[in-house]
C-alpha cells in the first residue's frame, strides 16, 4: 500500500487545529458567564452583546473544530477558525496597546495564567497552522 | 477511506492508551460530608491502591483552600499497597454547601494528577436575614424587621435576642404554623451614630447549639419618627 | 458531492446556532442579560488604585497569613471567624465605600465566598475582588 503521506499530514495538522479549538470551546461552553466578562475584559464589547456572544461563540469553535478533525465542511472551517483567530490576535494586541491586562480567556478560566506573550504565541502558531492547511496543495479528491 | 479509518483507529488507541497504565486506583474520589451541628471539623478518607507493578510515589497533596488540610499516610506507595488521605476541613463559621478539591500529583506518567473532591454540608440551625439592617441619614427611624428561620430539622421553642447597645429595644414574635420566628428592631434614640450587635440565641432541646448574630448600623443623621 | 465554500460557511455559522439558543434558554433565568452582573465583579488592581481612599480592602486568608502581612488598612474578614470579624467590618463600613476582597492569588476562592456572603447576607453592593489577590498587590509595591 502506498502511504500517502501529504494526506496523512493534513489529517493530523487538521486534528491538531480542531482538537484545541474542540477543546478551547468546550472549556468555555462550560461558564458562558466567565467567558463573557472575559470577553468585556478587552473593553471593546458592552455587556449585553458579550453574554449573547459567550453562548454561541464556544458552540462554533466547537463545530469547527470537529468539522476539522473529522473533515467535514473542513475549507469552511478553516476559513472561519482562521478568521476568529485574526479576531483574536486584533483583539489582544488593542488590549495591550491600550495596557489592559485582559486575561486571554481562550481556555475559560484554565488559561487565567497565561502571560501576553504566550497568548499571542499560541494565536499566531494556530493561525500558522490553519494558513498552512489553506495554501498547501491539496490531494485530489479521493476517486474511490 | 481507508485512510479515515487508520486515523481514527491511531487517534483512539492513543487516547485508551493513557488510561491503561494508571496505578493508584482510588476507592472513591468524591466525599459527601454532612457534619453535625456542632461539629468543628469535617473529615473525608480517601483510599487508594496502587495496581501497577511498580512503586508510586505521591509528590504533593494540594487542597484548594486553606481551610482544607490534607494529611498523606505514607508517601511512595508499593505494588499492590493501600493507603489513604485524610482530609480535614475546617468549618469555622462557614454556612451551606462547601466545596472544596484536593489535588494529588504523582510520578505516574499516564495518571501525573487526580483531583479529590470533597462536599460539605453545614447544616445551619438558624438563617437570620437581612442579618445587616441600617438606618442612612435621610431615614426615618421606624421599626425594621429580621427574619429567623429555623432547619426544618430542629425544633426551637424559642429564641432570645440580646442588642449590645441599650437604645436598640427587639421584640420577638414566632409566626403562627411555620418554623419562623421574626424580630422587630426598634430604635429609641437618635443623634449618634449607632453600630450594635444582636445576638440571636435559640432555645433548644438539644443541649449544644451556637449563637448567631444580626448587626444594626444608625447613621446620626436619621431621625426619629413624627408623633 | 462538493458544497460551495459560501454554503460551507453558513451551514457551520447557522448549526452553531442550535445548541447555543437551547444553551442560552437553559440559563434563560439565571443570567443578567442587560447588565454585567456588577456585583461578582472582579476588579483590577490598577482600577482600585484609582478608587484611592474609598476602598475598604477585606483580607479573606486565614488568620496567620494576615498577621505576617497585609495590604495597608486591610481589615480582616474570612469564615473562621466570621461573626466577630463581620462586626467589626460593618463599624467600619459605609454605603459610599467600595469594598475590595482578597485572598491569596488568583485560584484561591476565599475572596469570592466572602463577597458573596457580604452581598447575599449583609446585602451590601460595591462588593468587589480583587484579580490576583495578596500575591498581585505584593508584586506591585515590591
Partial sequence: MKVAWPVIARRTLGFAAGAVFAYAGGLKLLDPVGFASDITNYQILPWAVAVRLAFYLPWLEMLCGLALIFHRLFDGALV???????????A???????????ACGCFGSASSGLSFTWHLLLDLGLLGILMALWFWPRPRPATA | MKIRTAFLIVSLSALLLGQAGAALVWEQKEADLHPALTDKTAVAHFKYKNTGDKPVK???????????????????????????????????????????????????????????????????LLQVAPMFVRWTANDELNPKTITVDVDPEYSVEKINVTSTDKSIKTEVAPVPDKKEFRITVKPTESGRPINASLKIEPVLKQEAHKSYYANVQIDSRAKMPAQ | MRISLVRQLLLL????????????????????????P???????????????????????????????????????????????????MLVQWSPTRKVVVYCSRESCHASHEVAERLRKEAGLTNVYVLQGGWEEWETAHR
Fill in chain 1, 80 to 90: 472561519l477558525t482562521g478568521g476568529l483567530m485574526l479576531l483574536f490576535i486584533g
Fill in chain 1, 92 to 102: 489582544t494586541i488593542s488590549a495591550k496597546a491600550r495596557g489592559i491586562d485582559a
Fill in chain 2, 58 to 124: 505521591i509528590t504533593s497533596v494540594h487542597a484548594s483552600c486553606g481551610c482544607t488540610t490534607a494529611a498523606l499516610a505514607k508517601e511512595t506507595v508499593a505494588p499492590n499497597e493501600s493507603g489513604e488521605i485524610t482530609a480535614t476541613f475546617t468549618i469555622g463559621e462557614r454556612s451551606g454547601v462547601q466545596n472544596k478539591t484536593i489535588t494529588v500529583r504523582t510520578d505516574d506518567p499516564t495518571e501525573p494528577a487526580t483531583i479529590l473532591k470533597l462536599k460539605a454540608t453545614i447544616p445551619q
Fill in chain 3, 13 to 36: 455559522l447557522g448549526l452553531a446556532f442550535l445548541p447555543a439558543i437551547g444553551q442560552a434558554v437553559y440559563y434563560r433565568n439565571s443570567i443578567s442579560w442587560a447588565q454585567p
Fill in chain 3, 38 to 88: 456588577v456585583d461578582s465583579a472582579p476588579v483590577s488592581l490598577a482600577q482600585t488604585e484609582s478608587w484611592g481612599g474609598s476602598v475598604l480592602w477585606l483580607d479573606a486568608r486565614p488568620d496567620e497569613q494576615f498577621v505576617r502581612r497585609h495590604i495597608p488598612g486591610a481589615l480582616q474578614l474570612n469564615e473562621d471567624r466570621w461573626d466577630e470579624l463581620l462586626r467589626a
